[in-house]
T-cell receptor, first 113, second 111 residues
Framework: EAQVTQNPRYLITVTGKKLTVTCSQN?????MSWYRQDPGLGLRQIYY???????DKGDVPEGYKVSRKEKRNFPLILESPSPNQTSLYFC????????????FGPGTRLTVT | TQLLEQSPQFLSIQEGENLTVYCNSS?????LQWYRQEPGEGPVLLVT?????EVKKLKRLTFQFGDARKDSSLHITAAQPGDTGLYLC???????????FGQGTTLQVKP
């Protein structure tokens, strides 16, 4: 089954404690991205990757890091989380063409206290 | 930068009513996608429109792409509680693979 998986689904942490949210896709897609979704602000892209070892900033990259060492995996790293990073996070993947379908993961609900 | 505006932002209707939501842009789309997101889940693609004037139907949902490819609409006939969710339009014009999303329309269909 074609899917994007991300873990954990829920995470409560404290300010400053480094965390990683994993993301994996089984469709051999070149393009992967991370979004955060906040009430009234919609889906905002954090980082994206067009292929292995190729990553770039999205619209709201501050406070986040990513890596793309393998095509299937695209982890999101918060080196020093802060309360304003409390949000719902989605990983997504698609073929790198304009009309192709984007597959989203189930989401990670992060709370930073 | 392409800006997508969706309207209305919120819509609460009774089961059986019809509704239309809109997605408008300041620029021309090369392709436009509509997604639905149910509470607690990621968005799921409903349809992609590519050609100006195109109309696509998905059961009770009708998607229309404007002739000038700068706007799109989603019409739902006889809405059901199962149609409740967030409806997002997304512009796939970028050749980098990036999708630009509208803010979404939150639809609530009451039984």
């Amino acid at each position: 089954e074609a899917q994007v998986t991300q873990n954990p689904r829920y995470l409560i942490t404290v300010t400053g404690k480094k965390l990683t949210v994993t993301c994996s896709q089984n469709m051999n897609h070149e393009y992967m991205s991370w979004y955060r979704q906040d009430p009234g602000l919609g889906l905002r892209q954090i980082y994206y990757s067009m292929n292995v070892e190729v990553t770039d900033k999205g619209d709201v990259p501050e406070g986040y890091k990513v890596s793309r060492k393998e095509k299937r995996n695209f982890p999101l790293i918060l080196e020093s989380p802060s309360p304003n990073q409390t949000s719902l996070y989605f990983c997504a993947s698609r073929l790198a063409t304009g009309a192709s379908k984007q597959y989203f993961g189930p989401g990670t609900r992060l709370t930073v206290t | 930068t392409q800006l997508l505006e969706q309207s209305p932002q919120f819509l609460s209707i009774q089961e059986g009513e019809n509704l239309t939501v809109y997605c408008n842009s300041s620029s021309v789309f090369s392709s436009l996608q509509w997604y639905r997101q149910e509470p607690g889940e990621g968005p799921v693609l409903l349809v992609t429109v590519v050609t100006g004037g195109e109309v696509k139907k998905l059961k009770r949902l009708t998607f229309q792409f404007g002739d000038a490819r700068k706007d799109s609409s989603l019409h739902i006939t006889a809405a059901q509680p199962g149609d409740t969710g967030l409806y997002l339009c997304a512009d796939g014009s970028s050749n980098t693979g990036k999708l630009i999303f509208g803010q979404g329309t939150t639809l609530q269909v009451k039984p």
